[in-house]
Protein backbone atom coordinates (compact mmCIF):
# COMPACT_ATOMS: atom_id res chain seq x y z
CA UNK A 1 0.00 0.00 0.00
CA UNK A 2 0.89 3.25 -0.71
CA UNK A 3 1.50 5.93 2.00
CA UNK A 4 2.53 10.16 1.66
CA UNK A 5 3.75 11.18 5.04
CA UNK A 6 3.18 14.79 5.53
CA UNK A 7 6.06 15.59 8.17
CA UNK A 8 4.85 17.70 11.33
CA UNK A 9 7.07 20.63 11.72
CA UNK A 10 7.73 21.04 15.51
CA UNK A 11 10.34 23.79 15.35
CA UNK A 12 8.91 25.98 18.09
CA UNK A 13 6.54 23.81 19.47
CA UNK A 14 9.63 21.46 21.38
CA UNK A 15 8.52 21.39 25.28
CA UNK A 16 10.22 18.53 26.67
CA UNK A 17 13.90 18.48 24.76
CA UNK A 18 14.67 14.91 26.51
CA UNK A 19 13.41 11.62 25.10
CA UNK A 20 14.13 7.82 24.00
CA UNK A 21 13.66 5.65 21.14
CA UNK A 22 14.27 2.13 20.24
CA UNK A 23 15.47 1.04 16.45
CA UNK A 24 15.78 -2.59 15.13
CA UNK A 25 18.47 -4.73 15.62
CA UNK A 26 21.62 -3.95 13.16
CA UNK A 27 20.38 -4.61 9.17
CA UNK A 28 24.09 -5.42 8.52
CA UNK A 29 24.80 -7.75 11.74
CA UNK A 30 21.83 -9.26 11.63
CA UNK A 31 22.70 -10.31 7.57
CA UNK A 32 26.13 -11.56 8.80
CA UNK A 33 24.94 -13.72 11.55
CA UNK A 34 22.73 -15.42 9.18
CA UNK A 35 24.97 -15.99 6.74
CA UNK A 36 27.67 -17.43 9.57
CA UNK A 37 25.28 -19.50 11.28
CA UNK A 38 23.79 -20.53 7.93
CA UNK A 39 27.37 -22.12 7.52
CA UNK A 40 28.11 -23.56 10.62
CA UNK A 41 28.23 -26.38 12.66
CA UNK A 42 25.48 -26.75 14.73
CA UNK A 43 22.49 -25.02 15.85
CA UNK A 44 22.89 -20.70 16.62
CA UNK A 45 20.51 -18.51 18.23
CA UNK A 46 19.82 -14.85 17.39
CA UNK A 47 18.35 -12.69 19.48
CA UNK A 48 17.18 -9.05 18.80
CA UNK A 49 17.54 -9.52 14.69
CA UNK A 50 16.49 -7.16 12.71
CA UNK A 51 13.63 -8.28 10.61
CA UNK A 52 13.03 -5.86 8.26
CA UNK A 53 12.46 -6.67 4.60
CA UNK A 54 16.04 -6.62 3.66
CA UNK A 55 16.55 -9.30 6.38
CA UNK A 56 13.66 -11.47 5.94
CA UNK A 57 14.68 -11.45 2.45
CA UNK A 58 17.70 -12.66 3.22
CA UNK A 59 15.91 -15.57 5.26
CA UNK A 60 13.84 -16.74 2.39
CA UNK A 61 16.93 -17.18 0.46
CA UNK A 62 18.66 -19.26 2.84
CA UNK A 63 15.21 -21.40 3.61
CA UNK A 64 15.22 -21.96 -0.86
CA UNK A 65 18.66 -23.45 -0.09
CA UNK A 66 17.41 -26.36 2.28
CA UNK A 67 18.60 -24.07 5.66
CA UNK A 68 16.23 -24.61 8.72
CA UNK A 69 15.72 -20.84 9.98
CA UNK A 70 12.98 -20.19 12.45
CA UNK A 71 11.88 -16.51 13.69
CA UNK A 72 9.93 -16.29 17.41
CA UNK A 73 9.62 -12.02 17.98
CA UNK A 74 13.27 -10.84 17.55
CA UNK A 75 15.13 -14.31 17.75
CA UNK A 76 16.02 -16.18 14.74
CA UNK A 77 17.08 -19.64 14.83
CA UNK A 78 19.31 -21.17 12.19
CA UNK A 79 20.42 -24.98 11.73
CA UNK A 80 23.51 -24.59 10.16
CA UNK A 81 25.04 -26.59 7.41
CA UNK A 82 28.59 -27.27 8.12
CA UNK A 83 29.90 -25.34 4.89
CA UNK A 84 27.92 -27.91 2.97
CA UNK A 85 24.40 -26.79 1.17
CA UNK A 86 21.86 -29.51 1.90
CA UNK A 87 20.42 -28.80 -1.69
CA UNK A 88 22.19 -29.43 -5.26
CA UNK A 89 20.42 -27.00 -6.74
CA UNK A 90 16.85 -24.54 -7.05
CA UNK A 91 15.98 -21.22 -7.02
CA UNK A 92 16.86 -17.65 -5.04
CA UNK A 93 14.83 -14.67 -5.00
CA UNK A 94 17.27 -11.84 -3.53
CA UNK A 95 14.78 -8.92 -4.40
CA UNK A 96 16.39 -5.78 -3.84
CA UNK A 97 18.18 -7.26 -0.59
CA UNK A 98 21.97 -5.54 -1.82
CA UNK A 99 23.64 -7.75 0.68
CA UNK A 100 21.60 -11.09 0.22
CA UNK A 101 22.63 -10.92 -3.54
CA UNK A 102 26.05 -10.52 -2.86
CA UNK A 103 26.60 -12.96 0.18
CA UNK A 104 24.42 -15.79 -1.64
CA UNK A 105 25.83 -15.43 -5.08
CA UNK A 106 29.12 -16.07 -3.07
CA UNK A 107 27.49 -19.01 -1.12
CA UNK A 108 26.38 -20.74 -4.56
CA UNK A 109 29.05 -19.98 -6.64
CA UNK A 110 31.06 -22.56 -3.76
CA UNK A 111 28.17 -24.81 -3.46
CA UNK A 112 29.08 -27.58 -6.39
CA UNK A 113 25.81 -27.31 -7.77
CA UNK A 114 23.72 -25.42 -10.09
CA UNK A 115 21.69 -22.26 -9.04
CA UNK A 116 19.51 -19.24 -10.61
CA UNK A 117 19.49 -16.00 -8.92
CA UNK A 118 16.76 -13.75 -9.44
CA UNK A 119 16.38 -10.23 -8.43
CA UNK A 120 14.14 -7.30 -8.64
CA UNK A 121 14.24 -5.12 -11.63
CA UNK A 122 15.84 -2.49 -9.22
CA UNK A 123 18.72 -4.86 -8.16
CA UNK A 124 19.33 -5.68 -11.73
CA UNK A 125 20.56 -1.98 -12.08
CA UNK A 126 23.02 -2.57 -8.83
CA UNK A 127 26.88 -3.54 -9.51
CA UNK A 128 28.17 -7.01 -8.90
CA UNK A 129 30.36 -7.89 -11.91
CA UNK A 130 33.52 -7.21 -9.62
CA UNK A 131 31.98 -10.38 -7.00
CA UNK A 132 31.57 -12.29 -10.17
CA UNK A 133 34.88 -12.04 -11.95
CA UNK A 134 36.55 -12.69 -8.23
CA UNK A 135 33.93 -16.16 -7.91
CA UNK A 136 34.69 -17.17 -11.71
CA UNK A 137 38.69 -16.81 -11.37
CA UNK A 138 37.92 -19.44 -8.45
CA UNK A 139 36.05 -21.64 -11.10
CA UNK A 140 32.41 -20.92 -10.45
CA UNK A 141 30.80 -20.28 -13.95
CA UNK A 142 27.85 -17.75 -14.94
CA UNK A 143 25.11 -18.08 -17.35
CA UNK A 144 23.01 -14.31 -17.89
CA UNK A 145 19.27 -14.17 -17.98
CA UNK A 146 19.48 -11.01 -19.13
CA UNK A 147 22.74 -8.14 -19.48
CA UNK A 148 26.25 -9.46 -18.92
CA UNK A 149 27.60 -9.24 -15.53
CA UNK A 150 23.91 -8.44 -14.00
CA UNK A 151 20.84 -10.49 -12.07
CA UNK A 152 19.90 -12.27 -13.05
CA UNK A 153 21.70 -15.38 -14.11
CA UNK A 154 22.32 -19.47 -13.45
CA UNK A 155 25.41 -20.28 -11.47
CA UNK A 156 27.10 -23.46 -11.79
CA UNK A 157 29.13 -23.83 -8.59
CA UNK A 158 32.57 -25.43 -8.11
CA UNK A 159 32.83 -27.52 -4.78
CA UNK A 160 36.80 -27.37 -5.32
CA UNK A 161 37.47 -23.61 -5.59
CA UNK A 162 40.87 -22.01 -6.14
CA UNK A 163 42.34 -21.37 -2.66
CA UNK A 164 43.59 -17.92 -3.89
CA UNK A 165 41.45 -15.25 -5.17
CA UNK A 166 41.66 -11.80 -5.95
CA UNK A 167 38.67 -8.97 -6.20
CA UNK A 168 38.29 -5.31 -6.53
CA UNK A 169 36.74 -3.51 -3.89
CA UNK A 170 36.32 -0.02 -5.01
CA UNK A 171 32.23 -0.41 -5.66
CA UNK A 172 31.52 -2.34 -2.55
CA UNK A 173 33.68 -3.87 0.17
CA UNK A 174 30.67 -6.22 0.53
CA UNK A 175 32.60 -8.76 -1.93
CA UNK A 176 35.15 -9.08 -0.11
CA UNK A 177 33.27 -10.25 2.78
CA UNK A 178 31.32 -12.44 1.10
CA UNK A 179 34.45 -14.14 -0.25
CA UNK A 180 35.57 -14.34 3.31
CA UNK A 181 32.46 -15.96 5.30
CA UNK A 182 32.14 -18.85 2.44
CA UNK A 183 35.92 -18.95 2.25
CA UNK A 184 36.15 -19.42 6.09
CA UNK A 185 34.67 -23.07 5.06
CA UNK A 186 37.44 -23.91 3.24
CA UNK A 187 40.75 -22.09 3.49
CA UNK A 188 40.67 -19.02 1.33
CA UNK A 189 43.32 -16.58 0.86
CA UNK A 190 41.81 -12.73 -0.88
CA UNK A 191 43.61 -10.17 -2.41
CA UNK A 192 42.05 -7.02 -2.80
CA UNK A 193 42.50 -3.86 -5.51
CA UNK A 194 40.56 -1.10 -5.13
CA UNK A 195 39.38 1.52 -1.88
CA UNK A 196 36.45 1.40 -0.12
CA UNK A 197 35.25 1.97 3.36
CA UNK A 198 36.61 -1.01 5.72
CA UNK A 199 34.62 -0.67 8.72
CA UNK A 200 32.40 -3.29 7.15
CA UNK A 201 35.17 -5.05 6.49
CA UNK A 202 36.38 -5.07 9.59
CA UNK A 203 32.55 -5.99 11.02
CA UNK A 204 32.88 -8.92 9.31
CA UNK A 205 36.05 -10.63 10.74
CA UNK A 206 35.33 -9.81 13.82
CA UNK A 207 31.90 -11.60 13.64
CA UNK A 208 33.88 -15.11 11.69
CA UNK A 209 36.18 -14.88 14.97
CA UNK A 210 33.79 -14.64 16.72
CA UNK A 211 31.95 -17.71 15.61
CA UNK A 212 35.23 -19.53 15.65
CA UNK A 213 36.86 -18.70 12.27
CA UNK A 214 40.22 -18.14 11.95
CA UNK A 215 41.06 -15.27 9.83
CA UNK A 216 44.75 -12.97 9.17
CA UNK A 217 44.93 -9.57 7.62
CA UNK A 218 47.73 -8.24 6.09
CA UNK A 219 49.44 -7.83 2.35
CA UNK A 220 46.20 -10.34 1.72
CA UNK A 221 43.10 -11.81 3.68
CA UNK A 222 43.17 -15.44 4.64
CA UNK A 223 40.07 -17.17 6.27
CA UNK A 224 39.97 -20.56 7.34
CA UNK A 225 38.95 -23.32 10.24
CA UNK A 226 35.06 -22.73 9.98
CA UNK A 227 32.32 -22.04 12.08
CA UNK A 228 30.74 -22.90 15.25
CA UNK A 229 26.99 -22.34 16.44
CA UNK A 230 26.51 -20.02 19.41
CA UNK A 231 24.12 -17.81 20.34
CA UNK A 232 24.87 -14.13 19.52
CA UNK A 233 23.46 -10.74 20.53
CA UNK A 234 22.46 -8.05 17.76
CA UNK A 235 23.03 -4.50 18.52
CA UNK A 236 20.71 -1.67 17.44
CA UNK A 237 21.29 -0.59 14.12
CA UNK A 238 23.30 2.61 14.29
CA UNK A 239 22.50 3.27 10.42
CA UNK A 240 18.94 4.00 11.94
CA UNK A 241 19.41 5.04 14.86
CA UNK A 242 21.48 7.98 13.16
CA UNK A 243 18.21 9.84 12.25
CA UNK A 244 17.73 10.44 15.50
CA UNK A 245 21.26 12.16 16.10
CA UNK A 246 20.49 14.03 13.26
CA UNK A 247 16.97 15.41 14.61
CA UNK A 248 19.21 16.44 17.47
CA UNK A 249 21.87 18.21 15.61
CA UNK A 250 18.93 20.49 13.91
CA UNK A 251 16.32 20.79 16.81
CA UNK A 252 18.55 21.26 19.28
CA UNK A 253 16.99 18.06 21.20
CA UNK A 254 18.44 14.92 23.11
CA UNK A 255 17.60 12.07 22.03
CA UNK A 256 18.79 9.00 23.39
CA UNK A 257 18.54 5.41 21.05
CA UNK A 258 18.49 2.99 23.39
CA UNK A 259 21.23 -0.01 23.80
CA UNK A 260 23.58 2.50 21.06
CA UNK A 261 27.27 1.67 22.54
CA UNK A 262 30.30 3.80 21.78
CA UNK A 263 32.45 0.86 21.01
CA UNK A 264 30.31 -0.65 18.09
CA UNK A 265 30.86 -2.66 15.18
CA UNK A 266 29.21 -0.74 12.69
CA UNK A 267 30.93 2.43 10.67
CA UNK A 268 27.86 4.79 10.67
CA UNK A 269 29.07 5.53 14.55
CA UNK A 270 31.51 8.07 12.78
CA UNK A 271 28.09 10.46 11.66
CA UNK A 272 26.91 10.16 15.28
CA UNK A 273 30.08 11.21 16.60
CA UNK A 274 30.06 14.45 14.47
CA UNK A 275 26.60 14.73 15.12
CA UNK A 276 27.61 15.06 18.50
CA UNK A 277 30.57 17.23 18.16
CA UNK A 278 28.24 19.98 16.61
CA UNK A 279 29.18 19.39 12.79
CA UNK A 280 27.93 23.02 10.81
CA UNK A 281 29.26 22.27 7.70
CA UNK A 282 32.66 22.28 5.81
CA UNK A 283 34.34 19.25 4.26
CA UNK A 284 32.98 16.07 4.63
CA UNK A 285 34.57 12.51 3.50
CA UNK A 286 32.03 9.87 4.15
CA UNK A 287 33.59 7.32 2.32
CA UNK A 288 33.35 5.09 4.91
CA UNK A 289 29.95 5.41 6.10
CA UNK A 290 28.38 6.40 3.20
CA UNK A 291 25.06 5.30 3.88
CA UNK A 292 24.39 8.48 6.22
CA UNK A 293 25.39 11.11 2.57
CA UNK A 294 21.61 11.25 1.92
CA UNK A 295 21.08 12.05 6.48
CA UNK A 296 23.97 14.87 5.98
CA UNK A 297 22.77 16.36 2.82
CA UNK A 298 19.02 16.88 4.17
CA UNK A 299 20.17 18.73 7.54
CA UNK A 300 22.92 20.58 5.64
CA UNK A 301 20.60 23.46 4.60
CA UNK A 302 20.37 24.26 8.47
CA UNK A 303 24.52 24.17 9.02
CA UNK A 304 26.24 27.88 9.12
CA UNK A 305 28.53 26.98 6.33
CA UNK A 306 28.30 25.49 3.04
CA UNK A 307 28.82 21.48 3.21
CA UNK A 308 30.75 19.75 0.83
CA UNK A 309 30.11 16.09 1.10
CA UNK A 310 33.08 13.71 -0.97
CA UNK A 311 33.78 10.06 -1.39
CA UNK A 312 30.31 8.73 -2.79
CA UNK A 313 30.37 8.12 -6.07
CA UNK A 314 29.62 4.33 -5.06
CA UNK A 315 26.02 5.63 -4.26
CA UNK A 316 25.20 6.80 -7.81
CA UNK A 317 24.73 2.71 -7.96
CA UNK A 318 22.91 1.76 -4.74
CA UNK A 319 18.82 1.59 -4.71
CA UNK A 320 18.94 4.94 -6.72
CA UNK A 321 21.17 7.25 -8.05
CA UNK A 322 21.43 8.98 -4.72
CA UNK A 323 23.70 11.75 -5.75
CA UNK A 324 20.80 12.72 -8.05
CA UNK A 325 18.22 11.80 -5.07
CA UNK A 326 19.62 14.96 -2.76
CA UNK A 327 20.63 17.21 -5.69
CA UNK A 328 16.64 16.91 -6.81
CA UNK A 329 15.08 17.27 -3.58
CA UNK A 330 17.02 19.65 -2.16
CA UNK A 331 16.15 21.63 -5.45
CA UNK A 332 12.62 20.99 -4.77
CA UNK A 333 13.10 22.22 -1.29
CA UNK A 334 14.76 25.25 -2.48
CA UNK A 335 18.16 24.93 -1.26
CA UNK A 336 20.97 25.38 -3.59
CA UNK A 337 23.36 22.22 -4.46
CA UNK A 338 25.93 21.15 -6.55
CA UNK A 339 26.09 17.56 -8.09
CA UNK A 340 29.25 16.20 -9.12
CA UNK A 341 30.90 12.51 -9.51
CA UNK A 342 31.72 12.22 -6.44
CA UNK A 343 29.62 14.15 -3.83
CA UNK A 344 27.67 17.04 -3.52
CA UNK A 345 28.51 20.84 -1.93
CA UNK A 346 25.03 22.18 -0.29
CA UNK A 347 24.58 26.47 1.15
CA UNK A 348 23.09 26.99 3.79
CA UNK A 349 18.98 27.86 3.03
CA UNK A 350 15.52 28.18 4.81
CA UNK A 351 13.84 25.19 2.97
CA UNK A 352 10.39 26.00 1.31
CA UNK A 353 7.52 23.22 1.16
CA UNK A 354 7.86 20.42 -1.20
CA UNK A 355 6.89 16.84 -1.96
CA UNK A 356 10.11 14.72 -1.50
CA UNK A 357 10.49 12.37 -4.28
CA UNK A 358 11.97 8.80 -2.64
CA UNK A 359 12.95 6.80 -5.59
CA UNK A 360 12.12 3.22 -4.02
CA UNK A 361 14.80 4.25 -1.50
CA UNK A 362 14.32 3.80 1.95
CA UNK A 363 17.17 6.47 3.41
CA UNK A 364 15.89 9.39 1.10
CA UNK A 365 12.60 8.53 2.85
CA UNK A 366 13.84 8.59 6.27
CA UNK A 367 16.27 11.36 5.54
CA UNK A 368 13.93 13.97 4.52
CA UNK A 369 11.67 13.51 7.20
CA UNK A 370 14.09 14.93 9.49
CA UNK A 371 14.56 18.83 7.09
CA UNK A 372 10.48 18.43 7.71
CA UNK A 373 11.02 18.46 11.56
CA UNK A 374 12.12 22.29 10.94
CA UNK A 375 10.22 23.07 7.42
CA UNK A 376 6.83 23.29 7.23
CA UNK A 377 4.91 22.00 4.39
CA UNK A 378 7.20 18.99 3.48
CA UNK A 379 5.54 15.84 2.23
CA UNK A 380 7.54 12.05 1.39
CA UNK A 381 5.84 10.53 -1.11
CA UNK A 382 5.84 6.79 -0.69
CA UNK A 383 6.71 6.59 2.53
CA UNK A 384 6.08 2.75 2.76
CA UNK A 385 9.46 2.23 1.32
CA UNK A 386 11.11 2.57 5.06
CA UNK A 387 9.97 -1.35 5.35
CA UNK A 388 13.60 -2.17 3.56
CA UNK A 389 15.05 -1.64 6.53
CA UNK A 390 13.05 -0.11 9.28
CA UNK A 391 9.50 -1.10 8.87
CA UNK A 392 8.24 1.24 11.93
CA UNK A 393 9.94 4.92 11.06
CA UNK A 394 7.50 6.46 10.88
CA UNK A 395 5.33 5.19 13.70
CA UNK A 396 8.54 6.00 15.95
CA UNK A 397 9.35 9.31 14.28
CA UNK A 398 5.38 10.24 15.31
CA UNK A 399 5.65 8.67 18.97
CA UNK A 400 8.40 11.48 19.36
CA UNK A 401 6.61 14.49 17.63
CA UNK A 402 4.14 14.16 20.44
CA UNK A 403 6.79 13.02 23.48
CA UNK A 404 8.41 16.29 22.52
CA UNK A 405 5.54 18.68 21.60
CA UNK A 406 3.42 17.20 24.98
Known amino acids: MTMDYAVPCIRGRIKNRTAGVSVPGSKSLTARALFISALAEGTSVLHGAGLSDDCLTFINCLQSLGIAVSVSGTDVTVEGCGGKLPVSSGEVY ?8 RFITALVAFSGGTFTVRASEQMTRRPVGPLLSALAGAG ?16 HGTASPERCMSVDIGSSSQYLSALLMVGACRGTEVSVSGSHGMKYVDMTVKMMRDFGAEVTCGGSFVAGGGYRAREYAIEPDISAACYFY ?3 RVLGTDIRVR ?13 IELMRGGFDGGRADMSAFSDQALTMAAIAPYFSKPTQICGISHIRGQECDR ?3 IKVNLDALGVPCTATEDGVTISPAAPRPARIRTFGDHRVAMSFAVTGLRCEGVV ?10 FPDYFGVLGGLVAELTK
Not at 94 to 101: E, F, L, N, P, R
Not at 140 to 155: M, N, S, T, W, Y
Not at 380 to 389: L, R, Y
Open 94 to 101: VGSAGTAA
Open 140 to 155: ARFDFLGEQGCFPFVV
Open 246 to 248: AVN
Open 259 to 271: GVQNATLQGDMRF
Open 323 to 325: INA
Open 380 to 389: IEHAEVCSKT
